[in-house]
């Protein structure tokens, strides 16, 4: 049987089921610009995307999505 398929093939035939645990989204503050970043780690997040209307805002190399941020939250 062949089996065709867009999914790498760790993903298709892994052990893991990837969709037992959603990624975890949180909205944070970044220098006054609004984030909605994916929690990778208890002090990192990856950027998923701008939530602000300022069009500067996107020129930002250090906030663009896909970038890995380390923060300290506040308890």
Do not use: A
């Amino acid at each position: 049987m062949t089996f065709w398929s867009i999914l790498p093939e760790e993903l298709v035939f892994s052990t893991n089921n990837f969709l037992d645990s959603p990624p975890l989204y949180e909205e944070i503050q970044c220098n006054n610009i609004k984030l909605l970043v994916e929690k990778i780690g208890p002090t990192q997040c990856k950027v998923s995307r701008l939530l602000t209307t300022n069009p500067q805002d996107y020129l930002h190399p250090d906030i663009q999505p896909g970038k890995i941020l380390t923060y300290k939250p506040i308890l």
